[in-house]
């Protein structure tokens, strides 16, 4: 991304922040995305961790093998123009359930926009979103980012209890929670995969740069999908 | 094999960490206090980053059920075997049958227990730390047995002289969102003492407030030793189990030897924080 306005900021002595001081959007999502990749691929001998955010890369690497400086001037030489990496950004298609017994807040949150749940439903499910980055939990994907209409603060009484599989919305995200957890996000559905497979050697099938698609099932169907329990998510 | 008899309030099994992972969303964990961990490893020839018993607050007592090599290093529990006190950072020769009991700490907040040869646990995504969700539990239980991995040769032919040094100050870097803060709140941070209210392996929060009202942030990359900023004013020191990304601004980053030396501090004690550049 060529004239993009990126700084380079020594985080601590084994860590370098490079932020992108533009506008968030998918286009920046994808184009780190992509710089993140060129980065592993390029000096995967001297990097320890990676971390990918909505307008920001974390390289954390091995002092003993590169410092600081000459990270960065490596880093900078690492040209994050647009190329056909992108390609290997799959679409995920999500199955989701958005029965009132799993959406738990979408009656409320209904209320709140002053729209109908069905109305929620069908704003939520009609885009493609990118997957901005991952923490809170193993697994717990942020994806951005949301229509307008659903744009909404963090629920004031944070969930004690929220279910493995939960799809969620605040801010102008929605986000899956990958295990049971408390929470803040307004519950509006649940997926029948598992978003964190701990046996695997690649226990998330998506990645931040990856994109998901809700596609809408009904409550006999994730119950039939969560017996079965080996459903494996589908892509584009 | 070593057999908890009493678990102590917290002792978790830790090494270097999980790496390669933090992007989707596991932590890093592994030792608190690095230095005083890669020590307990060098007495007794291991790797630096070779798996051992990390104790916090209120030791163990375990039962060791064969001949091994052992170091105690870290904060002082008042160690004992067999009831008798045995000298810290120095390799000891315990024998089957003989129990290891360490007490209240006398000073330090953590301390560390490595066998010759490394603890023999499963290994997940590359590490052997205990973390809630990845490995099976998060800290050891009554009854618990650790294998121990290679049987030491009791042949521990020289190690350096280590000591452990409390006192010291925290040294922090600028975070990326320092200049969010206001030139009143700039010296408060520098001038102020501030003192430890409740932490854990997560983070260790501060009681004095700075601030109100700081917005949050999009959500971007933290690391273990960021402070950050709530909207209340209050102040968190992120821990080696930290969160991969967070909302608050990032005010201020510890180095790394000043969070080793944090996490030797308990509720209550005081710190000061000193501004350095890297």
Redesign the interface.
């Given at each position: 991304m060529e004239g993009n306005p990126k700084t380079y900021?020594?985080?601590?002595?084994?860590?370098i922040?490079i932020?992108y001081n533009c506008p968030?959007n998918s286009k920046l999502i994808s184009n780190i995305s992509n710089t993140?990749k060129r980065i592993v691929t390029h000096m995967n001998d001297c990097i320890?961790?990676?971390?990918?955010?909505?307008?920001?890369?974390?390289v954390?690497f091995d002092r003993t093998k590169i410092s600081?400086d000459d990270l960065i001037k490596k880093l900078k030489r690492i040209e994050d123009t647009e190329d056909d990496l992108s390609k290997y950004n799959k679409i995920w298609q999500i199955p989701v359930c958005y029965d009132f017994k799993y959406a738990v807040d979408l009656e409320n949150l209904a209320k709140e926009k002053k729209l109908s749940p069905s109305e929620i439903i069908n704003i939520h499910k009609s885009k493609i979103y990118d997957v901005?980055?991952?923490?809170?939990?193993?697994?717990?994907m942020?994806m951005g980012f949301t229509d307008e209409k659903l744009h909404c603060e963090r629920k004031e009484i944070p969930s004690l209890n929220i279910k493995k599989g939960s799809i969620g919305i605040a801010l102008n995200q929605t986000c899956i929670y990958?295990?049971d957890s408390p929470g803040g996000w307004h519950i509006i559905g649940i997926s029948p995969l598992d978003f964190?497979d701990?046996k695997s050697k690649n226990?998330?099938f998506a990645?931040?740069g990856d994109k998901i698609q809700f596609i809408e099932i009904s409550s006999k169907k994730y119950q039939q999908m969560k017996k079965e329990n080996s459903v494996k998510p589908i892509y584009k | 094999m070593i057999k908890v008899i009493q678990p102590g309030l917290f002792t978790t099994i830790q090494d270097g960490g999980r790496?390669?992972?933090?992007?989707?969303?596991?932590p890093?964990s592994g030792f608190m206090d690095e230095e005083s961990a890669w020590a307990a490893n060098k007495i007794v020839n291991n790797k630096k980053n070779e798996s051992l018993f990390e104790i916090t607050l209120t030791g163990p007592t375990l039962a060791f059920n064969g001949n091994y090599v052992i170091s105690i290093t870290g904060g002082d529990f008042n160690p004992l075997i067999n009831k008798l006190p045995v000298k810290m950072y120095q390799p000891i020769n315990v024998k089957l049958g003989d129990t290891l009991k360490l007490n209240n700490t006398i000073n330090g907040a953590r301390c560390y227990i490595a066998v010759s040869g490394g603890l023999k646990v499963k290994s997940?995504?590359g590490s052997k730390a205990f973390f809630s969700?990845?490995t099976d539990s998060y800290f050891l239980k009554k009854n618990d047995e650790i294998k121990v991995s290679k049987k030491s040769k009791n042949k521990i032919l020289k190690w350096d002289r280590f000591n452990f040094k409390l006192n010291r100050s925290i040294e922090v870097?600028k975070?990326?969102e320092f200049d969010l803060l206001s030139s009143n709140s700039k010296n408060k941070l520098f001038k102020n003492e501030f003192t430890i209210s409740t932490n854990n392996r997560m983070a260790y929060n501060l009681v004095e407030k700075l601030q109100v009202g700081t917005k949050s942030i999009?959500?971007?990359?933290v690391?273990p030793?960021s402070v950050q900023l709530t909207p209340s004013g209050k102040m968190i020191i992120l821990h080696r189990d930290c969160?991969?990304?967070?909302g608050y601004p990032r005010i201020l980053?510890?180095?790394?030897s000043s969070l080793n030396y944090l996490s030797q501090l308990k509720s209550t004690d005081k710190i000061k924080l000193r501004l350095i550049n890297?």
């Open positions: 900021f020594v985080f601590n002595e084994r860590s922040l932020s968030t993140k320890v961790d990676i971390v990918q955010s909505i307008n920001s890369i974390l954390i600081a901005l980055s991952m923490g809170f939990l193993p697994g717990f942020y990958s295990q964190f701990l226990p998330c990645k931040p | 790496h390669g992972y933090r992007n989707i969303g596991i890093t997940i995504f969700n990845i870097f975070g990326p999009i959500s971007s990359p690391l030793g969160q991969t990304t967070g980053q510890l180095n790394i890297l």
